[in-house]
Nanobody, 112 residues
Framework: VQLQASGGGLVQTGGSLRLSCAASGTKCLSAMGWSRQAPGKQREPVATILSSGNTNYADSVKGRFTISRDNAKMTIYLDMNSLKPEDTAVYYC????????WGQGTLVTVSS
């Protein structure tokens, strides 16, 4: 499975961004999601979406972020609204298929 993440960038506090992650090679039939790693911190989960469409979110992003998937395109999205400086991080998408496969990461910077 190859994962290509895109959509990161620089945004002001309160702004919005949409991240995309396209999977290729083999279908991610089970869970896909996003994690993030801020400078000097450990990677943390952000949002997960199952093949059923069920979703889970970290408490820190609930109500602000929305994860969705397009199974036909093998792509997941992360719509991020009301961004805060503490959301600044490299965002990684992943796919669970037997093991866990990771994309290359896309940087999100939220200026105050």
């Amino acid at each position: 499975v190859q994962l290509q993440a895109s959509g990161g960038g620089l945004v002001q506090t309160g702004g919005s961004l949409r991240l995309s992650c396209a999977a290729s090679g083999t279908k991610c039939l089970s869970a896909m999601g996003w994690s993030r790693q801020a400078p000097g911190k450990q990677r943390e989960p952000v949002a997960t979406i199952l093949s059923s469409g069920n979703t889970n979110y970290a408490d820190s992003v609930k109500g602000r972020f929305t994860i969705s998937r397009d199974n036909a395109k093998m792509t997941i999205y992360l719509d991020m609204n009301s961004l805060k400086p503490e959301d600044t991080a490299v965002y990684y998408c992943y796919c669970i298929r037997g093991g866990t496969y990771w994309g290359q990461g896309t940087l999100v910077t939220v200026s105050s």
